[in-house]
Structures are given as structure tokens and as C-alpha cells.
């Protein structure tokens, strides 16, 4: 297993009126962050925030290219990113345990926090496909040129993962900084990972290693 220390490019916020960010995701565009009670994006190069959605929005999100997948209340909200409007919901695996949230080919990966687990899900229906374990809690989750990545928040501690799959096994750690934790996880598509803050209503930008 590779392990270093994040790199932190960059920080975007504190944002006004949000207390923490829950989920983070990213439109190719802009990114976005779940706030608790509305959706908030901002233009990643100059930080700068776009628009809002007011929806539920506790935990994790995720985008499939033309919609939105948000986390609350132990659903998975599917949403219109131009009206805002709630278009079906699903069961949530977690039933309200659940933290990051991510789109795949064409399907869902949801972190379990305190059950330390990543489900694969169908996202009509919210049946389980696959279930990879974790040894801490699991925080946000993201996939990028077929890795998939999740991130850890525990005894005041997280770090980002690049993990197997089909198994799990960790390949590659990078540790936060002390007093950084993570809550959302996203990748551009490129090198950077977009972190949520635990306990600021801030978004880090981390360097992905090639």
C-alpha cells in the first residue's frame, strides 16, 4: 500500500450561513456541495458561488450527467438541477447511517458511516448489488478513471482511499492534515479531489496522485 500526506491545492469559503458541507459533487462545471437545507455550487476557479437549490440535503450527493442524487432522511432523492424539483425517491441502503454518495456506470455507491461499508445500489429501485467493507468509518466516496476512493473520518482523523473494488484492500492512503476532516468526496475527473469540511462550511481541493 502507497501512503503520503494529502496535498492540499487549494480552499474554498467559508461559505455564508453553512455550518458544516455534507456532500459534495461536481457537474463538469461547478461544484457543488450539500448544505444541509439547500444545494450550493460554486466555479471552482475562483471560488465564487453560482446558485442554490433548496432542497433536503444531510448527506452525500451525486450527479449522473443530468440529475442530481441527494441523501436525507434515509432516501435518495433524485433531482432536476434546473427546476429543483424532487423527480423519485429511493430507499437509502443505511436507512439514515449513510454518508457519501456517488454515480457509476449507472449506478449508485453509497457509504455506510458507522457500519464502515460502500453499497453498490440500483438507482430505481435502491436494491443492494455489491458491498465492500471498510475498517473505518466511511465518509464520502467518488470514482475516477475506473478508481474508486473514499474518504475516512475517525478518532478526530481522516484520510482518502484509493481502495479495490471487487475486495476493498486499501492500495493507496493519503492523511489528512490534523483538524481536516472529510465529508463529501469528488473527483473532477482530473487531479483533484474536492473534500468536504466536518466543521466548517469550507471545500478543499486535494491533489490526486497519478
Request: proline content about 5%.
Amino acid at each position: 500500500m502507497k501512503q503520503s500526506t494529502a496535498e492540499i491545492l487549494g480552499e474554498y469559503g467559508p461559505f455564508p450561513d453553512v455550518e458544516r458541507v455534507h456532500g459534495v459533487s461536481f457537474d463538469g462545471n461547478n461544484v457543488w456541495f450539500a448544505s444541509g437545507e439547500k444545494l450550493v455550487a460554486f466555479d471552482p476557479e475562483n471560488g465564487q458561488a453560482q446558485r442554490s437549490i433548496d432542497v433536503a440535503a444531510h448527506a452525500g450527493t451525486a450527479y449522473d450527467g443530468q440529475h442530481f442524487f441527494q441523501l436525507a432522511h434515509g432516501r435518495i432523492q433524485k433531482i432536476d438541477p434546473d427546476t429543483g424539483r424532487v423527480l423519485a425517491t429511493i430507499p437509502a441502503p443505511g436507512g439514515g447511517g449513510d454518508s457519501g454518495l456517488t454515480w457509476a456506470e449507472g449506478t449508485l455507491w453509497v457509504g455506510q458511516y458507522r457500519e464502515r461499508k460502500i453499497h453498490q445500489i440500483n438507482p430505481e429501485t435502491g436494491t443492494i448489488l455489491r458491498t465492500i467493507e471498510s475498517n473505518r468509518f466511511v465518509t464520502g466516496v467518488t470514482w475516477v478513471d475506473g478508481e474508486l476512493w473514499h474518504a475516512t473520518w475517525e478518532g478526530e482523523q481522516s484520510d482518502l482511499r484509493r481502495v479495490d473494488p471487487q475486495s476493498g484492500k486499501v492500495l493507496e492512503k493519503l492523511d489528512m492534515p490534523a483538524g481536516m476532516g472529510v465529508s463529501g468526496l469528488e473527483s473532477d475527473g482530473g487531479d483533484r479531489l474536492y473534500c468536504g469540511s466536518t466543521s466548517a462550511g469550507v471545500v478543499r481541493a486535494v491533489r490526486r496522485p497519478r
